[in-house]
Each structure stands twice: as C-alpha cells, then as structure tokens.
C-alpha cells in the first residue's frame, strides 16, 4: 500500500505510525499511516487508490479537511482490518522540527485532543514511527535527526509545563466552593497532562498524544514513585461536594510537587 502511495502525485513518503510503530498495539488498533505530502496533493488520484483499495465508498478528504493540526485524511476498511491515512504537509513538519531545535512550542486546539496538539508532536511522529516508503530520502534523513530530543525543547516543556501546571491548579481553586466540577475536572485534566509532558521532556522522549500518557509517563526513567495511581487517582473521585474537590486538588498539587522533583525543579506553590 506505502508503494501505491508514493505514486500519487504531491506524496513524498509514507510512515506507519501510533501503536503499531511503538509495538504496543493490541488485535483491535487501527493501522495509521501518515502521508507526508508537498501540495498540491491530488486528491482526486488518492480518492481513486482508497476506493480500489477499501471499496467504493472508500473517501478521502482535502487537506484541512480534520482541523488545522491533524489534517486530512480517510479512514478505510482494507480486508477488515481498520487503516487510516493521515495527512502531514511535509513543510510544516520541517518548520515545526526546526521550532523544536529551538525550544520553541505551543499547544493548539484540536478536535479530538482535548489537551491540545503540540507542535513538536509533528516531530515527534516521524521520530517514532516506521518508514515504509520514502523514495527521496527526506523522511530518513529527518528521522535520524529527530532521534535526539533537542536540550532547549527539554528546558522549555519543563519548565513550561510545570508553570501552566500550577496556574491550573491555582485557578481550579476559584471552582471548589462553589462546587463546580466540571470546571474543576478541566483544570485538574490539564494538570497531569501537564506533569506527563514535563516528565518526558526531562526524560529526552517524544509525547505526542494524551491517549496513554500517564502509564507511559510512570515507566520513564525517574519517574515519581507510583506516579499513574497518583495522576489517576487526580480525576478518579472528583466528586460534587467541596470536601471531595478540595481533596482531588490537594492530591493535584502533590503530584506537581513530586513532578516538579523529577524533573529538578521547585514546586513554588
């Protein structure tokens, strides 16, 4: 399939990414290709290869088609097995490995992240995932670059991270008297997605989705000690009473404290 792709017009290569790159996939995951493109994509080509391929009501999108980060792509069938492909413009990617180089990031909405997507997530893909075909070389050559986690980007996620950590925290405080858990949860959500970003930037090691970021933080090297019961434990009980949301922030603010050491930082709080 990777080889059918590299002749579409606009394809530069073809990555196998999530789970399945990582080996951590189970019988059920989705096969996830990322399409790296220069535009102009043909659409019109990539719609005709899904349909032969998946069936005739196989579809693609046009770029942008999902939303500003994620982009574009389909979602097919292939012999039951579920295969996406996900479009990634091959310029961006280089802009937002070189914004990394140079500890340069931000968060950006997403429909489907609700923590938001990480510009160097962009890189982080390619650094993680599984070339299948890459005729010009381009994506080999920036995945060996991108093996190495940049030591600025370490120091801005860090202390980044933990910042925005304790603001959240701070401002959960406005919802607990008056019993707003919803408000609440949200910062506290934010919180240990925080503290799973800080770990694994100190750690030198890409993050590039929420799904499965506490358990993978808790295996990293210096993590805190039983650090996915904790982040878990965060958001496990919420509860509606001032008393529970009291406490879900008291453990919030434990888990920043024991991040903030991991990672060789003071919590200020």
């Known amino acids: 399939m990777a080889q059918r ?28 290709l990322g399409l790296y493109y220069r535009p102009p994509l043909d659409v019109e080509a990539l719609g005709a290869l899904a349909r032969e391929l998946a069936g005739p009501d196989a579809a693609v ?22 295969v996406d492909w996900i479009y990634r413009e091959l310029d961006r990617v280089d802009t937002a490995w070189r914004d ?11 429909v489907g992240h609700p923590l938001g997507v990480p510009d160097f997530s962009y890189a982080g893909e390619v650094a993680l995932g599984r070339i299948l075909a890459d005729p010009s070389g381009v ?17 801005r996620v860090v202390t980044t991270a933990l910042g925005e950590a304790e603001f959240a925290l701070t401002i ?22 925080l503290c799973a970003h800080a770990l694994h930037a100190h750690a030198g090691a890409w993050l590039i989705n929420e799904k499965g970021a506490v358990d993978a933080a808790a295996a990293l090297p210096g993590a805190p000690l039983d650090f996915a019961e904790a982040a878990h434990g965060v958001l496990a009980g919420l509860g509606r009473s001032e008393i529970d949301l009291r406490a879900a922030r008291h453990t919030a603010g434990r888990l920043i404290a024991a991040t903030s050491a991991s990672c060789g930082q003071r919590f200020r709080r």
Not at 5 to 30: E, F, K, Q, Y
Not at 63 to 80: F, T
Not at 139 to 155: D, K, V, W
Not at 177 to 190: E, K, N, P, S
């Open 5 to 32: 792709l590299v002749d579409v017009p606009g394809i530069v290569g073809v990555m196998l990414g999530g789970s399945r790159a990582r080996n951590t996939h189970t019988d059920s995951s989705d096969v996830d």
């Open 61 to 82: 999108t046009a770029p942008g088609g999902w939303g500003p980060w994620v982009d574009g792509g389909g979602w097919l069938h292939v012999d039951d097995t579920p």
């Open 100 to 110: 990394a180089r140079e500890g340069r990031f931000h968060f950006h909405f997403q």
């Open 139 to 155: 994506l080999t050559a920036l995945r060996a670059e991108a093996q190495q986690y940049p030591p600025e980007l370490r120091r």
């Open 172 to 193: 959960a405080g406005k919802g607990v008297g008056r019993r707003d858990t919803a408000y609440v949860a949200g910062c506290l959500f934010r919180v240990v997605g």
